[in-house]
């Protein structure tokens, strides 16, 4: 067993910072003595650790989730480029099972910590939609799978670039994501065409509009349709973000500034 010993010793030796992601209290308070710098990530920092990567959202892909750590951190100034980082997370709902070592180089930046914490909506709006999102890919509409186009901040530029499908049934109503009943209404109009548009602070200002952002330049993965071009272009245009659940792979993905930065699964989610 000297081997494996030794390839574990090789694995954690000279790092510049672990990384704990959602520790409990024990298992925080064992690293109080080591030399390198302990970055606690989690939803909510119960912990009072310091320094504090905040997951916006609970990622079960230990890809996205070391990404969104990794990435906050450096935007934080907590670790820099080219630093050696340990990752201890668990997969499969165990406890902390598993040991990443990353350079944070390896990571092109994604986009994904900059598209919560960075939007011009406020980061609980964001992920607010996001879980909507989530929620219409895993049951879908009676059953059948939906698609459907959150535009969410700049609201008044985004209005600018788009027109109106049919009447906007949010005319004159002051609803916000996250109230339930706003989630069960965006559900059902989601049924019909268009873009929901939303405002940073996450009221409802319309749905089914129709998005005429310029596509110019706008590079998008192939094999996306006009649903997702028009999510892309629209947040180059503007300062908006926005999260497409797809009716044909049934997938939610994120884009801002023109780029995709997050794809997930919600059956995974
Ligand atoms: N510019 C646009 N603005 C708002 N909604 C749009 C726009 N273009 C397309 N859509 C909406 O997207 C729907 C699906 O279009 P399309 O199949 O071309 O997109 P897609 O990217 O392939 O999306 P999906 O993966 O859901 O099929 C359309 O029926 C329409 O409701
Ligand atoms: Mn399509």
Do not use: W
Request: proline fraction near 4%.
């Amino acid at each position: 067993m000297n081997e494996l010993r030794d390839l574990l010793g090789d694995l954690v030796a000279d790092v510049d910072a672990v990384f704990l992601f959602s520790p409990n209290a024990s298992f925080f308070e064992e690293f109080d003595d080591v030399d390198e710098e302990i970055v606690v990530v989690g939803p909510e920092n119960t912990l009072d650790a310091e320094p504090f990567v905040e997951l916006p959202i609970d990622f079960t892909d230990l890809e996205g989730r070391l990404r969104f750590g990794i990435e906050g951190a450096l935007e934080q100034g907590i670790v820099d480029e080219g630093d050696e980082v340990l990752c201890v997370t668990e997969v499969l709902d165990g406890s902390e099972n598993t040991i990443v070592r990353v350079q944070t180089n390896d990571f092109s930046p994604s986009g994904v910590y900059d598209m919560f914490v960075n939007s011009r909506a406020d980061a609980s709006v964001v992920r607010d939609v996001f879980e909507v999102a989530i929620e219409l890919g895993k049951k879908g509409q009676k059953g059948k799978p939906v698609g459907a186009l959150f535009v969410v901040g700049d609201a008044g530029k985004v209005m600018n670039k788009s027109r109106p499908l049919s009447y906007n049934p949010f005319e004159k109503s002051h609803v916000h994501v996250g109230d339930p009943i706003v989630n069960v209404m965006l559900k059902e109009f989601s049924r019909l065409d268009g873009a929901f548009v939303i405002s940073d602070a996450g009221k409802i200002v319309s749905a089914y509009r129709y998005l005429e952002p310029s596509a110019e330049g706008v590079d998008i993965p192939k094999g996306l349709g006009a649903r997702h071009m028009a999510a892309g272009a629209v947040t180059r245009d503007t300062m908006a973000t926005a999260i497409v659940l797809s009716e044909s792979d049934g997938l939610v993905r994120a884009f801002k500034g023109g780029e995709l930065v997050l794809e997930i699964d919600p059956e995974e989610y």
